[in-house]
């Protein structure tokens, strides 16, 4: 969630603190790449500190629940938007994104652990 937050809500923050324009659609498509892109790489590093070789690290991080971290962007970004009104980087806002981005991947990631056999506690 930490690299998702840090890559959506930059770009989100770029956009709107630098001379570069765009819609509020393709801002909130750059900031679900960039999340995503940005989850990837630090969960590549993480792993990599743990003595993980980088091609097994790589292919880790992006074996990880990439419709998980989808319905997180997607999620952060509607709050974004229903409390902004659009692409705006609100400090207040970030708890509250962060919190129903949290939510979002539940369901699936419950479902996803019950059909591998795996304890959900």
Not at 1 to 11: K, L, Q, Y
Request: charged fraction near 10%; glycine fraction near 8%.
């Amino acid at each position: 969630m930490i690299g998702c937050a840090i890559g959506d809500f930059g770009t989100i923050a770029f956009f709107q603190f630098s001379v570069f324009t765009a819609s509020t659609l393709v801002i909130f498509l750059w900031a679900t790449f960039n999340g995503i892109m940005t989850s990837i790489a630090l969960e590549t590093y993480l792993l990599l500190r743990q003595k993980m070789q980088l091609n097994q690290a790589l292919k880790t991080a992006l074996g990880m629940s990439l419709i998980s971290m989808v319905s997180m962007e997607i999620v952060m970004n509607l709050t974004d938007y229903l409390i902004t009104g659009g692409a705006v980087f609100i400090w207040w806002v970030v708890p509250i994104s962060l919190f129903f981005g949290f939510l979002a991947p539940w369901p699936y990631n419950y479902w996803r652990l019950k059909k591998l056999g795996k304890a959900c506690h």
